[in-house]
């Protein structure tokens, strides 16, 4: 699944392709891609048929865009699930073979939702506006803010994470704690603060959680600079591209080859139906 850099490349893609278009028409071709709308394809498509794109926004791993129809202004909310993938084609040429949703621009472009798995969608929702900050799509309002959210509050996320009482790489998943991480950049970050996925967040301290905070922001930030992490075609930015952080993973991956910091064996155990990826040495496991 696209973790926070990867969403972030296509939000930013996006940004340049789509904002200040007028949506000339929409076109469902896949009803599982529509399936969080509540009135379907033919509703989603004309909500957005003679609409214009006038902004788009993440928090965390989802994707919104801002939408004015008329005096109605409203998010159309994408999860690009395991496989999706926010494409820029020119009219006319060849349909992507796992083609779900269409809409062509005015500028003779079109954006492509493509998804082979079919686990992502677009739906339309309404905007939930807080007390404080800028309003978030009513169905995404329970994402935690993300590292690069100006909203994140770094003492706050590391209170919910010691809060959790669970293990450490159970809280850094949980998308309501801190959002955008991932089962890859989870292990990056915990290599980095030489800690084990199972340790107890209960007795981690202050310092230890900041730490690991720390490094979840780095190595998203320094993935985020050349594209995200790309170990397959499922996963491009709005121009077909790879990222290239694969080539930067100090352990995801990483199985049976020797740590770049101390030179023991990378091993690889089961972890929440996954794989976790560590050093038995830089990250010794928790005493049973």
Sequence with gaps: MPELPEVETVRAGLLDHVVGRHIAAVEVLHPRSVRRHVGGGVDLAGRLAGADVVGVHRRGKYLWLDIRHGEDTFPVVVHLGMSGQMLIAQAGTDDHIHL??????????????????TFGGWHVDEYLHAATGDPVPESIA???????????????????????????????????????????????????????????????SRAKVGEL?????????????????????????????????????NAYGREGEPCRRCGAIMRREQFMNRSSYYCPRCQRPPRK
């Design 142 to 204: 329970h994402i935690a803010p993300d590292p690069f959210d100006p909203a994140f509050d770094v003492d706050a996320a590391i209170t919910r994470i010691r809060a959790r009482r669970t293990e450490i790489k159970r809280a850094l998943l949980d998308q309501t704690v801190i959002s955008g991480v991932g089962n890859i950049y989870a292990d990056e970050a915990l290599w980095r603060a030489r800690m084990h996925g199972t340790r107890a967040t209960g007795g981690l």
């Design 100 to 117: 779900r949703i269409r809409a062509s621009l005015d500028d003779g472009n079109e954006l492509r939702f493509v998804d082979q798995r």
């Design 213 to 249: 905070v720390g490094a979840v922001t780095e190595v998203m930030g320094e993935a985020l600079k050349v594209g995200g992490t790309s170990f397959d075609s499922l996963y491009v930015n709005v121009n077909g591209q790879s990222g290239y952080f694969e080539r930067s993973l």
